[in-house]
Nanobody, 126 residues
Framework: QVQLVESGGGLVQPGGSLRLSCEASRSINAMGWYRQAPGKQRELVAAVNRGGSRTSYADSVKGRVTISTDNAKNTVYLQMNSLKPEDTAVYYC??????????????????????WGQGTQVTVSS
């Protein structure tokens, strides 16, 4: 079992920045962030493998969001810049998935793992 503890959510104005953190109770191969807005399906935001050599980003956040890891702390960070109202959602940490290479896109896709955090609210509003 892996426990995930998230932090860093809150209220921010459009154009602002937030950094989310997720600490795992032990070392794990890959971690990522999903989000779910009211009335919408949960979607992948970004994911990274333990070594940092593979990442996956949703098209809607590319160029604004960076995911990184601190292996010594078993922690993954999600740096979000230029936030928009449509980024408002509950953000969930996820762990234990795999990366699959998508030949049609020329990039890796994170499959999602069995471990979830409790979620942290991000609200982008003036």
């Amino acid at each position: 079992q892996v426990q995930l503890v998230e932090s860093g959510g809150g209220l921010v104005q459009p154009g602002g920045s937030l950094r989310l953190s997720c600490e795992a109770s032990r070392s794990i191969n890959a971690m990522g962030w999903y989000r779910q807005a009211p009335g919408k399906q949960r979607e992948l935001v970004a994911a990274v493998n333990r070594g940092g050599s593979r990442t996956s980003y949703a098209d809607s956040v590319k160029g604004r969001v960076t995911i990184s890891t601190d292996n010594a702390k078993n922690t993954v960070y999600l740096q979000m810049n230029s936030l928009k109202p449509e980024d408002t959602a509950v953000y969930y940490c996820n762990a234990g998935g795999d990366f699959v290479y998508m030949w049609s896109r020329g990039s890796y896709n994170y499959t999602g793992g069995p471990y979830w955090g409790q979620g942290t609210q991000v609200t982008v509003s003036s």
